[in-house]
């Protein structure tokens, strides 16, 4: 089975995202600490350094010298920075106050799992009725204790204006031990289908149905 809906956030799901509202909030108060000891970091060790080998140098020139560098370099990186976590802080305050979760559930029958390609991610063809297969693949997806699992539902949390916030992974079946797994160098020469594609067939004819 190949389910999608909608539906209001869980309290779990609730969770997740106040949590995530938290620590943004957290960054950007503490954004300008941060960037004053990344400045210290990054600058004082050149300072001391030029002050031990220019010892003829006068102090006070050595520091104007560096902080004429240090603080333009400051405010640029703390701008830059506090404008990303607000950008972050913005989409998750959107996706808290849609309060809609969009729903993928797969239920399956049976499991073809791909070898890792370097890291480009898992991939999965899950058969979930007799006549279709959706392929599960990214970076989310790597094995874990109850995933792949033979029912789950992937849940998207959007902002206001549809921009992916975040992806949970519900479980509700059991691990699933794929039927067969397709070796890295003969997934290399298929044309495998997208995260969430479609493809009519059956698991046993994969190869000739992805064939490049």
């Not at 913005?90 to 849609?98: D, Q, Y």
């Not at 792949?148 to 031990?177: C, Q, W």
């Not at 298929?190 to 149905?209: F, K």
């Amino acid at each position: 089975m190949l389910e999608r809906s909608k539906r209001s956030p869980t309290k779990s799901e609730r969770r997740v995202l106040d949590a995530a509202v938290g620590f943004r909030r957290n960054q950007l108060r503490l954004s300008l600490r941060r960037g004053l000891i990344a400045c210290v970091v990054v600058f004082g060790p050149l300072c001391l350094a030029t002050l031990l080998l220019a010892k003829d140098a006068p102090t006070w020139l050595v520091l104007t010298f560096w902080s004429a560098l240090a603080i333009p370099f400051s405010v640029w990186a703390h701008i830059t920075t506090r404008r990303e976590i607000a950008a972050g802080l913005e989409l998750l305050e959107g996706s808290v106050a849609r309060d809609e979760a969009d729903i993928v559930r797969v239920q399956e029958s049976a499991m073809v799992e791909f070898e890792v390609i370097e890291d480009e991610g898992a991939c999965y063809a899950f058969q979930v009725d007799e006549r279709r297969i959706v392929f599960v693949s990214g970076q989310d997806f790597y094995p874990s204790a109850k995933f792949p699992n033979t029912d789950f539902s992937l849940v998207h949390l959007h902002d206001e204006r549809g921009k992916l916030v975040e992806m949970l992974i519900a479980k509700h079946g059991v691990k699933a031990a794929p039927v067969r797994t397709i070796p890295a160098a003969t997934k290399s020469k298929l044309a495998v289908p997208d995260h969430l594609q479609i493809v009519e067939g059956r698991l046993e004819d994969l190869e000739t149905l992805l064939a490049a």
